[in-house]
C-alpha cells in the first residue's frame, strides 16, 4: 500500500492550494481515505475524509473552506483548501483507515 501526498506550498493568506493523494497497492473503490495535517508542537488532528461512496466528512475548523473529493479512475484524493489562514499552516498527511499514511506535504500560509 502507497499513498503519495503533494501539492503543498507557500501561499498568503486568503488564498487556496489543492493537495492531491495519488495511491495504489489496495482496492482503492472499497475503502475510505482522509486527510490529516499536524502543526508544529501539536498533535495530529483529522482534517476531512471521504468514504468509497462519497460521503464525506470535515473538520468543524474547515468546513465551508475545504473540499474533499475522489477520483476512482486515478485512485486519488484531493483536497481543495480556500481561505487559507495562518492556523492552517501545518504538514499535511493523507491515509486509508489511519494505518497507511502517505509522507505528507507542508502548507505554510503567510499573513
Known amino acids: 500500500v502507497q499513498l503519495q501526498a503533494s501539492g503543498g506550498g507557500l501561499v498568503q493568506a486568503g488564498g487556496s492550494l489543492r493537495l492531491s493523494c495519488v495511491t495504489s497497492?489496495?482496492?482503492?473503490?472499497?475503502?475510505?481515505i482522509g486527510w490529516f495535517r499536524q502543526a508544529p508542537g501539536k498533535d495530529r488532528e483529522f482534517v476531512a475524509s471521504?468514504?468509497?461512496?462519497?460521503?464525506?466528512n470535515y473538520a468543524d475548523s474547515v468546513k465551508g473552506r475545504f473540499t474533499i473529493s475522489r477520483d476512482n479512475r486515478l485512485k486519488t484524493v484531493y483536497l481543495q483548501m480556500n481561505s487559507l489562514n495562518s492556523d492552517d499552516t501545518a504538514v499535511y498527511y493523507c491515509?486509508?483507515?489511519?494505518?497507511?499514511w502517505g509522507q505528507g506535504t507542508q502548507v505554510t500560509v503567510s499573513s
Open positions: 471521504i468514504v468509497s461512496g462519497g460521503t464525506v
Open positions: 497497492g489496495f482496492n482503492f473503490d472499497d475503502y475510505s
Open positions: 491515509s486509508m483507515w489511519q494505518r497507511y
